[in-house]
T-cell receptor, first 113, second 113 residues
Framework: KAGVTQTPRYLIKTRGQQVTLSCSPI?????VSWYQQTPGQGLQFLFE???????NKGNFPGRFSGRQFSNSRSEMNVSTLELGDSALYLC????????????FGPGTRLLVL | DQQVKQNSPSLSVQEGRISILNCDYT??????FLWYKKYPAEGPTFLIS?????DKNEDGRFTVFLNKSAKHLSLHIVPSQPGDSAVYFC????????????FGKGMKLTVNP
């Protein structure tokens, strides 16, 4: 079974731009969660989608948004990028929810200049 | 408010010795705890978990201890191996399969040959 894949793996943007990151979950997994990892804050939960519905949301501004498609693939979008958005963005999938048996992708490293 | 705390950012131990990684939490509603391991350029991988109804869970060289009254858990690795060198994240979840995971900031473990 293929693992969680994320594209692109690396991205460089400038302030004010927007970016879209993609995540393909493990086949059969309906839950997709997104996290931001920074050296100072560790792993912070962004949001979780289950069957195309946002089920949980973390404490991030509205510039961060996401969606999930009928095939469970998910995208997250960050608009009006700020320098502080530079981070590793991780996607994780699971069959039913983020609590257990959650498998992470390798992440997308975003650098905002 | 950091609900899951890993107060030591790093730990260095000799191969063959015990590694003890600590984690504290503040939310008494958490009932399930997990440890993840993360190598550079990879997503976190699930290591071991424990439910709040237990105080110990063991899996090979890895043992997690939970002290609910102190809101403290620890991960013991015995014996430590150089391949264990990674960043370890403690995570917690409230009851309910759809509840999000709350992660600590991580601790970098270095096992020296």
């Amino acid at each position: 079974k293929a693992g969680v894949t994320q594209t692109p793996r690396y991205l460089i943007k400038t302030r004010g731009q927007q970016v879209t990151l993609s995540c393909s979950p493990i086949s059969g997994h309906r839950s997709v969660s997104w996290y931001q990892q920074t050296p100072g804050q560790g792993l912070q939960f962004l949001f979780e989608y289950f069957s195309e519905t946002q089920r949980n949301k973390g404490n991030f501004p509205g510039r961060f948004s996401g969606r999930q498609f009928s095939n469970s693939r998910s995208e997250m979008n960050v608009s009006t990028l700020e320098l502080g958005d530079s981070a590793l963005y991780l996607c994780a999938s699971s069959e039913a929810g983020p609590g257990v048996s959650q498998y992470f992708g390798p992440g997308t490293r975003l650098l905002v200049l | 408010d950091q609900q899951v705390k890993q107060n030591s950012p790093s730990l260095s131990v000799q191969e063959g010795r015990i590694s003890i990684l600590n984690c504290d939490y503040t939310n008494s509603m958490f009932d399930y705890f997990l440890w993840y391991k993360k190598y550079p350029a990879e997503g976190p991988t699930f290591l071991i978990s424990i439910s709040s109804i237990k105080d110990k869970n063991e899996d090979g060289r890895f043992t997690v201890f939970l002290n609910k009254s102190a809101k403290h858990l620890s991960l013991h690795i015995v014996p430590s191996q150089p391949g264990d060198s990674a960043v370890y994240f403690c995570a917690a979840r409230k009851q309910g399969g759809s509840e999000k995971l709350v992660f600590g900031k991580g601790m970098k473990l270095t096992v020296n040959p």
